[in-house]
T-cell receptor, first 118, second 115 residues
Framework: NAGVMQNPRHLVRRRGQEARLRCSPM?????VYWYRQLPEEGLKFMVY????????ESGMPKERFSAEFPKEGPSILRIQQVVRGDSAAYFC????????????????FGAGSRLTVL | AQSVAQPEDQVNVAEGNPLTVKCTYSVSGNPYLFWYVQYPNRGLQFLLKYITGDNLVKGSYGFEAEFNKSQTSFHLKKPSALVSDSALYFC?????????????FGTGTRLKVLA
């Protein structure tokens, strides 16, 4: 079990370009969460997805940001027309269904994708 | 809304001494509380969780946390700190709303263990 896989690990974009970050959850995990970590700040929730559904996107900026988790393939966090303020580490985490089953409720994180906008 | 607070940005402790990293929570209903650790340039790793049951929860790497309902706290502790424990520690709470779940993290506490 390879864990949560994120790619690319590092991404450099110029202002106005698009950034696509990918996340493959742990095998058997059906819930995916995206978080943003700015330097010297904590983790900010962005979006929570299940297969083919966005469950909670209350932490996503209303413009330029979108996320999907298709039936097949990884979850994608897409940032259009990037600006310098988008520079951050973006972490994906996955979990089992949120029941009281032992092992559930625990998020497994990927190593993160570090976006730098020039 | 559920939330957690980590009042200390940084905690310094000498190797071999006990350590405490503080966390307080604000939830409605029964809290689901977690501690995670982040090493440089890595993702977060799960340490321990409180769902129900004993107030003292034991986790990975010799860490434990004490759930205190009256003080709404969930402090992380270790009897004897190691230099390798130096990292960024996050407290988190699971927020349940309408059958969906969201995990809210604190701002993090940087632990520095001095040799």
């Amino acid at each position: 079990n390879a864990g949560v896989m994120q790619n690319p690990r590092h991404l450099v974009r110029r202002r106005g370009q698009e950034a696509r970050l990918r996340c493959s959850p742990m095998k058997g995990h059906s819930h995916v969460y995206w978080y943003r970590q700015l330097p010297e700040e904590g983790l900010k929730f962005m979006v929570y997805l299940q297969k083919e559904n966005i469950i909670d996107e209350s932490g996503m900026p209303k413009e330029r940001f979108s996320a999907e988790f298709p039936k097949e393939g990884p979850s994608i966090l897409r940032i259009q027309q990037v600006v310098r303020g988008d520079s951050a580490a973006y972490f994906c985490a996955s979990s089992l269904t949120g029941t009281s089953i032992s092992g559930a409720n625990v998020l497994t994180f990927g190593a993160g994708s570090r976006l730098t906008v020039l | 809304a559920q939330s957690v607070a980590q009042p200390e940005d940084q905690v310094n402790v000498a190797e071999g001494n006990p350590l405490t990293v503080k966390c307080t929570y604000s939830v409605s209903g029964n809290p689901y509380l977690f501690w995670y650790v982040q090493y440089p340039n890595r993702g977060l790793q799960f340490l321990l969780k409180y769902i129900t049951g004993d107030n003292l929860v034991k986790g990975s790497y010799g860490f434990e946390a004490e759930f205190n309902k009256s003080q709404t706290s969930f402090h992380l502790k270790k009897p004897s700190a190691l230099v390798s424990d130096s990292a960024l520690y996050f407290c988190a709470v699971r927020e349940t709303r309408g059958g969906t779940y969201k995990y809210i993290f604190g701002t993090g506490t940087r632990l520095k263990v001095l040799a």
